[in-house]
Each structure stands twice: as structure tokens, then as C-alpha cells.
């Protein structure tokens, strides 16, 4: 017998944990990347890759896709800060 699985997140509520992430780390995450929250793991680099992903197909919602567009630019000031640093090396 399986444990209880606990209610997965809503989109929205996954799209407030990323921003937290851009704040908190100042960049976005890897593809691999977990964070801890009230217990379970969540695979935020995956899931955004793959919302990246449907967002350029056009297989979102559009309450889904708005999210991520507003999302855009925090990951995009990260990648490039990103590039900037090694460019520097």
C-alpha cells in the first residue's frame, strides 16, 4: 500500500514558488533542481522547462500562458547576469 499522496499544486501556486526562487537566488533554476516546501519536493527547473516548453507551442491555457510571459523577463535578467559572469572570467 502507498502512502497518501498529498494534493498536487495548482499552476499559480507553482508560478509563486518560481518567483520566490528568482528573488531568493537571483536566478533561475537548473534543469535539476529541487527545492524543500512544508515537506515535499518540488522539481521547479524541470517543471518550468516544460512550461517553457508549451508556452513557445502555444499549448497553454491562456491564464497558463500569461503567467509565464510575466515570468519572462525575471528569467531572462537572470540568464543574462548569468552570461555576463562568464563572459567576465
Do not use: Y
Not at 508556452?55 to 543574462?80: F, S
Amino acid at each position: 500500500m502507498h502512502p497518501a499522496r498529498c494534493a498536487r499544486r495548482t499552476f499559480e501556486q507553482t508560478v509563486q514558488l518560481l518567483e520566490l526562487f528568482f528573488h531568493r537566488e537571483g536566478r533561475a533554476p537548473t534543469v535539476r533542481e529541487t527545492i524543500r516546501v512544508g515537506g515535499d519536493t518540488v522539481n521547479l527547473g524541470a517543471w518550468l522547462a516544460k512550461a517553457r516548453t508549451k508556452h513557445r507551442t502555444g499549448q497553454l491555457p491562456d491564464n497558463h500562458a500569461r503567467l509565464i510571459a510575466a515570468l519572462k523577463p525575471r528569467w531572462r535578467r537572470c540568464v543574462r547576469w548569468r552570461s555576463a559572469a562568464r563572459i567576465r572570467r
